[in-house]
């Protein structure tokens, strides 16, 4: 599976665990790895209170399924590790009844949906950063000001994310 995707991935039961830099820091020093070990490109994303967004390609050679499911696992093996330390309370909510498992980070099956044109593309960026926004989030009036998002690169040219790759310059 070759291209570039969006991808979504929730946190189970609905859970905002993202409103700690901390566990925010968790998913960008992953995506940062992922870009630096030339795994993925990475166009877009956004960190919302309870939700992941990507706009990502696998780098070649790099199984999309394979890649996807290693950043899923380390992130919430990562994520488990600091609510242990820092916030056991919301941990317990996380807790299932499973026998692989004690605790549930993401949803199962995140969505990803291949982009094949430019239109769709557009939409799904503008999409993703404007999410902060939206009605019941309200988390910024500018969706360049909103930290955890590629909006600022792509709005304003801001460099907070250096491991950005403007989907323009594909």
């Known amino acids: 599976m070759t291209g570039i995707f ?29 870009v630096d070990e030339n795994r993925i490109f990475l166009y877009a994303f956004v960190i919302m209170p309870d939700h992941i967004h990507l706009i990502w390609e696998m780098n070649d050679g790099i199984q999309y399924s394979g890649n996807q499911r290693n950043f899923m696992k380390f992130t919430a093996q990562q994520l488990k590790f600091h609510m242990l330390e820092n916030d056991q309370d919301l941990l317990t909510i996380l807790k299932v009844d499973k026998k ?25 960026l503008d999409y993703i950063h404007n999410n902060p926004l939206q009605k019941g989030w309200n988390l910024t009036d500018d969706p360049a000001n909103f930290y955890y998002s590629s909006a600022g690169f792509y709005l304003e040219g801001k460099t907070n994310w250096s491991f950005i790759t403007n989907i323009y310059d594909v």
């Open 6 to 34: 969006f991808y979504t991935a929730s946190i189970i039961k609905k859970q905002k665990i993202f409103f700690s830099k901390d566990r925010c820091e968790i998913i960008t020093n992953s995506l940062k790895y992922l």
């Open 100 to 124: 692989d498992r004690e605790y549930q980070i993401w949803e199962r099956n995140p969505l990803s949906i291949e982009l094949y044109t430019s239109k769709v593309i557009d939409q799904k």
